[in-house]
Nanobody, 123 residues
């Protein structure tokens, strides 16, 4: 059974940082690209960042570029999202997702999803 479990969310002041983590089990992790998405209250889920199977290729949404960093450790089967210089508009539930193809910005291309972790930024 494939599982993706996010952790690391919480309440943080504007300008602060957090490290979100996605732990995978039940799949050949090194064969999967991983993406992070987020959904703010009343809004559709949106792409945040993605990383390829080897970890050498990444892509970011323009809104987070320069503030967020995605990385992975295939030995530990984890993908981290370091979020920094947080703004109130970063408040959302953050989800990780896996797909067996190339990294992608497109939600529908992902096969597996976690349950999400809440990030709340106070101003």
């Amino acid at each position: 059974q494939v599982q993706l479990v996010e952790s690391g969310g919480g309440l943080v002041q504007a300008g602060g940082s957090l490290r979100l983590s996605c732990a995978a089990s039940g799949l050949a992790f090194g064969s999967y690209a991983v993406g992070w998405f987020r959904q703010a209250p009343g809004k559709e889920r949106e792409f945040v960042a993605a990383i390829n199977q080897g970890g050498g290729l990444t892509v970011y949404a323009d809104s987070v570029k320069g503030r967020f960093t995605i990385s992975r450790d295939n030995a530990k089967k984890t993908v981290d999202l370091q979020v920094a210089s947080l703004k109130s508009e970063d408040t959302a539930v953050y989800y990780c997702a896996g797909r067996s193809g190339p990294r992608s910005r497109l939600e529908y291309e992902y096969d597996y999803w976690g349950q999400g972790t809440q990030v709340t930024v106070s101003s």
